[in-house]
């Protein structure tokens, strides 16, 4: 399995961006998929996940009412929108996939980072 994210940038506070994520592999479409993200000097922190069928999604609290997780399966596709974007936002962020997402998700696979810089 291979997962290729994108859409990072730089942005000023109060923008938004979409990420995206392609995965590539057997049966990735039915995975549980989901977000990380590591700021400078932190560890790294879980963002978003959502279920194989993308019935059920789960947030970290800090980003509920910004940011919402997606996903195309036809496509292989995975997508966070991020809105409202504030500097402490500032991270590479990871998507990952296959794992179980109760009580917390633990990913088996794991793609490259695309950075995220928020100025203000």
């Known amino acids: 399995v291979q997962l290729q994210a994108s859409g990072g940038g730089l942005v000023q506070a109060g923008d938004s961006l979409r990420l995206s994520c392609v995965a590539s592999?057997?049966?990735?479409?039915?995975?549980?998929m989901g977000w990380f993200r590591q700021a400078p000097g932190k560890e790294r922190e879980f963002v978003a996940s959502?279920?194989?069928?993308?019935?059920?999604?789960f947030l970290a609290d800090s980003m509920k009412g910004r940011f919402t997780i997606s996903r195309v399966n036809a496509k292989n596709a995975l997508y966070l929108q991020a809105n409202s974007l504030k500097p402490e936002d500032t991270a590479v962020y990871y998507c990952a996939c296959r794992g179980p997402l109760i009580p917390t998700f633990v990913p088996t696979y794991w793609g490259q980072g695309t950075l995220v810089t928020v100025s203000s």
């Open positions: 959502i279920t194989g069928n993308g019935g059920s999604t």
């Open positions: 592999g057997r049966n990735v479409d039915s995975y549980n």
